[in-house]
Structures are given as structure tokens and as C-alpha cells.
């Protein structure tokens, strides 16, 4: 990461790329027990939180994704009830959840707390459902949350995490997706962010489709979207269902959704399936 007094820049090195705002100056700056958390005002993208030089959200775009991390898995399950969100401490996935009138209940496991409490102060729009009486705050370990879990005991996973490095690389291995599928009821859906697909196929999708595989899931999807202040702009979303085929059970409920969004809608859905060529073949079965 790089920073002046007019830029904030963050230096993807995978990619041999950069991603710019021009900031109108810094809100908030801290070290928490495990990161370094910083909040600014930018010019054109709203306000900007950034854990450890790395983009988080911004009020501009963060739409797209909190909505294609929801919405796609939610509308996917026949009926949908009890959901859990590992990570997401910005709390703008839990409010898309929400939006939802059959979740009978809704943990958010974040490890750090600090996180949380300011999205709540500086991006209250994202927060506006804490309060909600099916909504669970818990600040601790997600991996093992999820040990904890009885059998059957969820409909969804939600996977909100940073990048598979640091806390966040167990989220991203089989003995986890184990945890995961065996605190799933029949149909259970799991979906976690995977990256983009034009340089993290190999390193970050195909590992996490082979490893939950090997953890038992019957079947997986990826879900492509934009998202313009992540790595390449290019972002995924990677579904897996415990025990049967990928289904757009609720399509019609989809259609006629009964609650607002800005990015997802029935077509946006169907269209972020669709799988570009050179993706196709990097996830074809290997002799």
C-alpha cells in the first residue's frame, strides 16, 4: 500500500496492478488486536475501510458484492431459515440476508470486533439491521464456531472472509469445509468468496472446489460479478450444496423479490453462471 496525502493506492503484485482513489482526508486509524484498521473519505468513492493496506469496502461499489454474496445462495435454497456469515464484520452481507422474510435467524462470527463497531460508526448504512431481533453478533474464531455446531443445525454458510492468508487461510481448507457440511441440514448451501477468476483460478478457485469436494459437497457453482475495487475488478462468489445439484429453487421468488437491491435481480442471477472458456477448461477434471 501506498499513501500520500491525496492517494490511497494498493499495489496488487500477483497482477502486476494497482488500485487508486484520491482521498479527501483519513477518518480513523488503528491497530487492533489483528490488524491495522483505517478509514478515509474519498472524493468519488465514499467512505473507504482498509485492513492491513488492503481494500475492504467502499461506499461506492460495495453493493455488488454484499448482494452476490447473499442473494444467489438464498434463492438457490428451497427454503432457507438459519443462516451463518463467517467474517463479513462490516455487516452490509448480514443486512442483504435480512432483507429476507423466511431467515429465522442470522449469526455473524467475526473475529474482530473493532471491525464491526466501526462499520457501525462510519458506514452506518451497512449496519442498519444489527439491531434486528434474528440477527446474532459473535466476535470470535469462525473455524471454531463452526466446530461447535451440531449436525444439521444450518441452511446456509456464508463465507465473508478476507484473502486465504494470515487468520483467514484455514477458511479456505478441507478440514474446515468439512465442519461445514456436517452442520448442514439436507440442501444446505455453502458459498464463500473466491476471487478473481483472471489471475486466481489456479492458486485460490481450483483448490477450493477441489477441497470441497474432498469434504463431501456434491456439487459446486461459481458466480461471476464486478467489482472494480477488488484485484483485476473481476470478482467471484463459489456455491457449494451439500448433497444434490445446484438449483435456482426459488426463481420465482427471485422475480417478485419484495425488498430493493441495486445490483441483483433475476437476470443478473441466471447471467453470472455463465462460465467464460478459458475458465471452463482450467476446471476441467485432470488425468
Same mark, same amino acid.
Given at each position: 500500500?501506498?499513501?500520500?496525502?491525496?492517494?490511497?493506492?494498493?499495489?496488487?503484485?500477483?497482477?502486476?496492478?494497482?488500485?487508486?482513489?484520491?482521498?479527501?482526508?483519513?477518518?480513523?486509524?488503528?491497530?487492533?488486536?489483528?490488524?491495522?484498521?483505517?478509514?478515509?473519505?474519498?472524493?468519488?468513492?465514499?467512505?473507504?475501510?482498509?485492513?492491513?493496506?488492503?481494500?475492504?469496502?467502499?461506499?461506492?461499489?460495495?453493493?455488488?458484492?454484499?448482494?452476490?454474496?447473499?442473494?444467489?445462495?438464498?434463492?438457490?435454497?428451497?427454503?432457507?431459515?438459519?443462516?451463518?456469515?463467517?467474517?463479513?464484520?462490516?455487516?452490509?452481507?448480514?443486512?442483504?440476508?435480512?432483507?429476507?422474510?423466511?431467515?429465522?435467524?442470522?449469526?455473524?462470527?467475526?473475529?474482530?470486533?473493532?471491525?464491526?463497531?466501526?462499520?457501525?460508526?462510519?458506514?452506518?448504512?451497512?449496519?442498519?439491521?444489527?439491531?434486528?431481533?434474528?440477527?446474532?453478533?459473535?466476535?470470535?474464531?469462525?473455524?471454531?464456531?463452526?466446530?461447535?455446531?451440531?449436525?444439521?443445525?444450518?441452511?446456509?454458510?456464508?463465507?465473508? &472472509? %478476507?484473502?486465504?492468508?494470515?487468520? *483467514?487461510?484455514?477458511?479456505? =481448507?478441507?478440514?474446515?469445509?468439512?465442519?461445514?457440511?456436517? $452442520? #448442514?441440514?439436507?440442501?444446505?448451501?455453502?458459498?464463500?468468496?473466491?476471487?478473481?477468476?483472471?489471475?486466481?483460478?489456479?492458486?485460490?478457485?481450483?483448490?477450493?472446489?477441489?477441497?470441497?469436494?474432498?469434504?463431501?459437497?456434491?456439487?459446486?457453482?461459481?458466480?461471476?460479478?464486478?467489482?472494480?475495487?477488488?484485484?483485476?475488478?473481476?470478482?467471484?462468489?463459489?456455491?457449494?450444496?451439500?448433497?444434490?445439484?445446484?438449483?435456482?429453487?426459488?426463481?420465482?421468488?427471485?422475480?417478485?423479490?419484495?425488498? &430493493? %437491491?441495486?445490483?441483483?435481480?433475476? *437476470?443478473?442471477?441466471?447471467? =453470472?453462471?455463465?462460465?467464460?472458456?478459458?475458465?471452463?477448461? $482450467? #476446471?476441467?477434471?485432470?488425468?
Amino acid at each position: 500500500m501506498a499513501l500520500d496525502n491525496r492517494w490511497f493506492t494498493e499495489v496488487f503484485e500477483e497482477s502486476g496492478t494497482a488500485f487508486s482513489l484520491r482521498l479527501a482526508h483519513k477518518l480513523h486509524e488503528e491497530q487492533s488486536e489483528y490488524q491495522k484498521i483505517e478509514i478515509f473519505e474519498t472524493e468519488h468513492f465514499g467512505r473507504l475501510m482498509v485492513l492491513d493496506g488492503c481494500v475492504m469496502v467502499t461506499g461506492r461499489d460495495n453493493f455488488i458484492y454484499h448482494e452476490m454474496m447473499a442473494h444467489p445462495v438464498l434463492f438457490s435454497h428451497p427454503r432457507p431459515a438459519r443462516v451463518v456469515i463467517i467474517g463479513g464484520g462490516d455487516c452490509g452481507t448480514l443486512r442483504e440476508v435480512l432483507k429476507h422474510a423466511e431467515i429465522e435467524s442470522a449469526w455473524q462470527v467475526e473475529i474482530d470486533e473493532r471491525v464491526t463497531r466501526l462499520a457501525e460508526q462510519y458506514f452506518p448504512e451497512l449496519c442498519e439491521s444489527n439491531d434486528d431481533p434474528r440477527a446474532h453478533l459473535h466476535f470470535g474464531d469462525g473455524i471454531e464456531w463452526m466446530k461447535r455446531r451440531e449436525p444439521g443445525a444450518l441452511d446456509i454458510v456464508i463465507i465473508d &472472509s %478476507t484473502d486465504p492468508v494470515g487468520p *483467514a487461510k484455514g477458511l479456505f =481448507s478441507e478440514v474446515f469445509y468439512r465442519d461445514c457440511f456436517n $452442520a #448442514l441440514a439436507p440442501n444446505g448451501l455453502l458459498v464463500q468468496q473466491s476471487e478473481s477468476p483472471l489471475i486466481h483460478t489456479e492458486r485460490i478457485i481450483r483448490p477450493m472446489i477441489d477441497a470441497l469436494r474432498s469434504a463431501g459437497f456434491a456439487d459446486t457453482a461459481v458466480h461471476h460479478f464486478p467489482q472494480c475495487s477488488y484485484p483485476t475488478g473481476w470478482w467471484s462468489a463459489t456455491l457449494a450444496c451439500k448433497d444434490g445439484p445446484i438449483r435456482f429453487a426459488r426463481a420465482t421468488a427471485a422475480e417478485i423479490k419484495g425488498f &430493493s %437491491t441495486q445490483y441483483y435481480n433475476i *437476470a443478473v442471477h441466471r447471467a =453470472s453462471t455463465a462460465t467464460p472458456e478459458f475458465f471452463r477448461q $482450467a #476446471l476441467q477434471p485432470r488425468g
